[in-house]
């Protein structure tokens, strides 16, 4: 049984179009800054010093700056995001038949935000080829004992076996996209395992969340969780919970079982009780008091967009409904006041992520998957928009 924490109710004071325009015209001019750097490269997953130094795509992270170009044409209709878009979209195509650096789960962090969105956007068809050979790359991790998609390594590594992570909760959306594509009903069969198996395994009863946990492959028994980019094996990794709390959402989306509603729901509660008094997550959830340690802004971009599919996904006569959707709003708003990023010395959206801090990567710096989300809620909050992961 998942505990549901009670949330304090908030009110709502849901932001006029003009308010979000100048929000979206202040991150749109960020992109633009990037954008002549990064015509045949991709930022880096980490800022160095508010920088994004400019990478070949080889990175799990290499999507993200795809799917801000995608966005950033939708809300304007300027060709300039398209035409780049469009060649980061051959350069996955020949990551994808190269096989480069595509042997882990993170692959619609790649393939949904870049050449999936540009399918369901343009009708480009070989955009779809490599999204579908992405899927089937991603099947080919599941594990039909452990019931799980194995996130990194060799299958048959013994240190990887049977390892689920979190934020494979966001990868699994490929999966019933390569479904609904070609009607083989495989993807969407081991993705509703594995959502099974994470709502089950990887949120504790308190709606705490590990960040990783291992099943045993030879009898599909749990095994343990365990930490990877979290302060401690039994703390929640702040990231790891905001990947929770929106792809907890999206399985409702993609399965219309509503327990997952009830999932997602109970994560974001446990969310959003520990977050310092400006509504910008510390890294881990073990940390709640402004000034204790870095915060994880992009954490808190991720759960924004969470909420307002958890938000809108909950019955027009649920009450929470409208507590989700203010504290998206809070935490947008709280985003653009206070840690976007300069307009003159860094090349980002936004500042204060963490991208992995036992490795002390990437610690108070801005990740590209922070600035994609921020603009994703800034998409949410503004238009009706059709996810790139619906
Ligand atoms: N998916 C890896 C991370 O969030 O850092």
Known sequence: MIAYEPLPARPLERPGHAGLDARIAAALARVDRMLPQFGDYFPAPASESGIYAPIDNVEWTNGFWTGMLWLAWQLTGEERYRAVAERNNQSFATRIDRRINVDHHDLAFLYTLSVCAGHQLTGDTLARSSGLEAARLLLKRF???????????DMNDPKQRGRMIID???????LYWATRETGNKDFAAAADQHLTQAARLLVRP???TFHTFYVDTRTGKP???????????????????????????????HTADSAYLDVAARIANHFLNRLPSDGICCWDLIFTDEGETPRDSSAAAIAACGLLELSQALPLSDAMRETYEAW???????????????VEGSNALLLHAVYHMPNKAGVDEACIWGDYFYLEALMRLRHPWRPYWA
């Open 168 to 174: 494979c909760n966001l990868n699994v959306p490929l």
């Open 206 to 208: 308190d709606a705490s």
């Open 328 to 342: 998206a709003v809070a935490i947008v708003k709280a985003l653009g006041d206070h840690y976007l990023a300069p």
């Open 223 to 253: 095994r343990h969780g365990s930490t990877h980019q979290g302060h401690s094996d039994d703390s929640s990794w702040a990231r790891g919970q905001a990947w929770g709390i929106y792809g907890f959402a999206l399985a409702w989306r």
């Open 143 to 153: 594990d039909p004992v452990a019931k799980v998609i194995q996130a990194w390594g």
